[in-house]
């Protein structure tokens, strides 16, 4: 019985210790470039901080430059300021949303409804100003997006192999894991019936 309580205890520290460790992490990924023509398209932009304890003042703006303009004049379509998002006059008026995070480590965007005249360059701008008493620094992250529309989404094969081995590595691992439980399960039972021998 003895036994069993240790594991039990056992048990109950490593699952705290995962627990401790699955915090949320920022992972920076890049963005998809490549949007099926009519349907929605997620641009995402994602600026970590470094030290997440720290809550800066963060600005956030969207610029757009069409892959036909020959003078390659930004457009300025977004921006997040003192916790308000709007989107601006100009070619996405109503088919901008913010689909960013709370702590504006992810500052996303979807597009809705895209349309051949999205394609181009999208420029994401992130500025944080972070206040220490009377000093003020700021950091400045620029991400580029260049976004290709098309009329079918292509079959991306590296997708659908990693969906295939998701699954095997799932089953993989619930199936170590139920051996690995009667596996202990049975040591556990055997220390108790020499244990009990022993005590007799």
């Known amino acids: 019985m003895l036994t069993l309580h240790r594991v039990q205890q056992q048990t109950l520290l490593l699952l705290l210790f995962v627990v401790h460790l699955s915090r949320p992490v920022c992972v920076d990924v890049a963005s998809d470039t490549e949007a099926v023509l009519g349907s929605p398209m997620k641009l995402t932009c994602i600026s970590c901080l470094k030290r997440e304890e720290l809550k800066p003042n963060t600005s956030v703006d969207w610029y757009f430059t069409p892959s036909e303009n020959n003078t390659h004049d930004r457009i300025h379509i977004f921006e997040h300021k003192n916790g308000e998002n709007r989107s601006l006059d100009g070619p996405f008026k109503g088919r901008l949303t913010w689909n960013g995070s709370n702590d504006l480590q992810d500052v996303s965007l979807l597009i809705q409804n895209v349309s051949e005249s999205d394609r181009g360059i999208y420029e994401c701008r992130v500025i944080r100003t972070f206040e220490f008493g009377g ?32 699954y095997v590595l799932l089953v993989f691992l619930t199936l170590w894991l139920l051996v ?21």
């Not at 620029?142 to 969906?163: G, M, P, R």
């Not at 690995?180 to 007799?200: G, H």
């Open 135 to 166: 000093y003020a620094p700021s950091t400045l992250t620029i991400k580029n997006i260049t976004l290709t529309v098309k009329e079918k989404a292509s079959n991306d094969t590296t997708a659908i192999y990693s969906q295939i081995m998701m």
């Open 180 to 200: 690995e439980m009667v596996y202990c399960y049975r040591k556990i039972s055997k220390s108790d019936e020499q244990a009990q021998d022993t005590a007799y």
